[in-house]
T-cell receptor, first 113, second 112 residues
Framework: ETGVTQSPTHLIKTRGQQVTLRCSSQ?????VSWYQQALGQGPQFIFQ???????GRGNFPPRFSGLQFPNYSSELNVNALELDDSALYLC????????????FGPGTRLTVL | EDQVTQSPEALRLQEGESSSLNCSYT??????LFWYRQDPGKGPEFLFT???AGEEKEKERLKATLTKKESFLHITAPKPEDSATYLC?????????????FGKGTRLSVIA
């Protein structure tokens, strides 16, 4: 059984640019959630995808968008990057039909200059 | 609004000095309470899920307990490798698709 993987590990962008982060879910999991974790804070929910459709969204603006593919891998896209977008971006996968826990990937560290 | 408050923010222990971390929560319809361990720059690593008041779970030197208002993570005879940030999160609602609401974590340092 493979775990959750994310790419890239680190990324540096400048303000106004766009970025795409990628996540491969744990085998057998059909639901993926994305979280943003600022330094010294707990993760904050961005949105969730279930069977390729957005299935819930946190308090983030529309310039944060996502996709889930038929193989349950996922992307997080952020447009018009702002300095405050600098954070660790985490994806977590789960099997929605059970009480199973959400398992997190190692994260992508995004720095916006 | 669902909320999670963790205390203390930081805790420094000598090796072998047992202690507890607190997680207070308010949630409409608790589905589960989760404890994660997070090392610097890494993703959270799952430790425990607790579902109902009175439930307890153990793993090596860690024991998690749950009441209707709070959860405790007890650390018995900690070792330096237990140093990490410990995150508590709650999940509300009736489905497994509801998001986790996290606290800010407790940063634990265990000194040899």
């Amino acid at each position: 059984e493979t775990g959750v993987t994310q790419s890239p590990t680190h990324l540096i962008k400048t303000r106004g640019q766009q970025v795409t982060l990628r996540c491969s879910s744990q085998s057998g999991h059909n639901t993926v959630s994305w979280y943003q974790q600022a330094l010294g804070q707990g993760p904050q929910f961005i949105f969730q995808y279930y069977r390729e459709e957005e299935n819930g969204r946190g308090n983030f603006p529309p310039r944060f968008s996502g996709l889930q593919f038929p193989n349950y891998s996922s992307e997080l896209n952020v447009n018009a990057l702002e300095l405050d977008d600098s954070a660790l971006y985490l994806c977590a996968s789960t099997q929605s039909s059970s009480y199973n826990e959400q398992f997190f990937g190692p994260g992508t560290r995004l720095t916006v200059l | 609004e669902d909320q999670v408050t963790q205390s203390p923010e930081a805790l420094r222990l000598q090796e072998g000095e047992s202690s507890s971390l607190n997680c207070s929560y308010t949630v409409s319809g608790l589905r589960g309470l989760f404890w994660y361990r997070q090392d610097p720059g890494k993703g959270p690593e799952f430790l425990f899920t607790l579902y109902s008041a009175g439930e307890e779970k153990e793993k090596e030197r860690l024991k998690a307990t749950l009441t209707k208002k709070e959860s405790f993570l007890h650390i018995t005879a900690p070792k330096p490798e237990d140093s990490a940030t410990y995150l508590c999160a709650v999940q509300a609602g009736r489905s497994g698709n509801t998001p986790l609401v996290f606290g800010k974590g407790t940063r634990l340092s265990v000194i040899a």
